[in-house]
């Protein structure tokens, strides 16, 4: 009954390399989101879908493109990845009908280590 | 833009000890506060939160932190620290309506037992 779970847990791979992180959350929220966290624990917000649609894309390189089938599942793709890449990427779900009041829901995080 | 400035980052203290963790904001606007707290390997996980009314709030573990709007702060206490509080805590703030949750850099506990 995880709420908000993604795959995989760990993911290591070699710069160049394609890879996808998969999200789902079964709280029937209807915003999901990207975090990115670095090595010195900083969250920083990549990607926020509201209803299927994206609303939040920060600065992030084009080499990360997110995709929402449905209000249940946010997933990240992530082209020729580079060294810098490498951090936990977590999951997160909110309820924003809310005006803003709704806490994040976290999945377990996603490690990934580019070499 | 919106900032969450956490003063300390890294904090230990013995068992029993007290704690207080500061937090302030930079938003002129009306927010949405939390705490949120991340044990070792773990997902983070709400610790409290403040939409509006008393501005000092209670959450889970004995944690409360205080609103105090004049000071843009959102400090975290609890009166005694156990080992299991040993962890990363972030302070987090949105505005109302927004959809953006900006975080503070996280503050590392270490209880000593």
């Known amino acids: 009954d995880t709420a908000v779970s993604q795959t995989p847990k760990y993911l290591v791979t070699q710069m160049g390399n394609d890879k996808s992180i998969k999200c789902e959350q079964n709280?029937?929220?209807?915003?999901m989101y990207w975090y990115k966290q670095d090595s010195k624990k900083f969250l920083k917000i990549m990607f926020s879908?509201?209803?299927?649609?994206?609303?939040i894309n920060e600065t992030v390189p084009n080499r990360f493109s997110p995709k929402s089938p449905d209000k249940a599942h946010l997933n990240l793709h992530i082209n020729s990845l580079e060294l810098g890449d490498s951090a936990v990427y977590f999951c997160?779900?909110?309820?924003?009908?809310?005006?803003?009041?709704?806490?994040?829901?976290f999945g377990n995080g996603t490690r990934l280590t580019v070499t | 833009a919106q900032s969450v400035s956490q003063h300390n980052h890294h904090v230990i203290l013995s068992e029993a000890a007290s704690l207080e963790l500061g937090c302030n904001y930079s938003y002129g606007g009306t927010v949405n506060l939390f705490w949120y707290v991340q044990y070792p390997g773990q997902h983070l996980q709400l610790l409290l939160k403040?939409?509006?009314?008393?501005?000092l709030v209670k959450g889970i573990k004995g944690f409360e932190a205080e609103f105090i709007k004049s000071k843009f702060s959102f400090n975290l206490r609890k009166p005694s620290v156990q080992w299991s509080d040993t962890a990363e805590y972030f302070c987090?703030?949105?505005?109302?309506?927004?959809?953006?949750?900006?975080f503070g850099a996280g503050t590392r506990l270490f209880v000593k037992a």
């Open positions: 987090a703030v949105t505005h109302t309506g927004g959809f953006k949750t900006i």
């Open positions: 997160a779900s909110s309820q924003e009908s809310a005006g803003g009041n709704s806490p994040l829901h």
């Open positions: 879908y509201n209803n299927k649609e994206l609303i």
């Open positions: 403040y939409f509006s009314g008393d501005p």
């Open positions: 709280l029937g929220h209807d915003t």
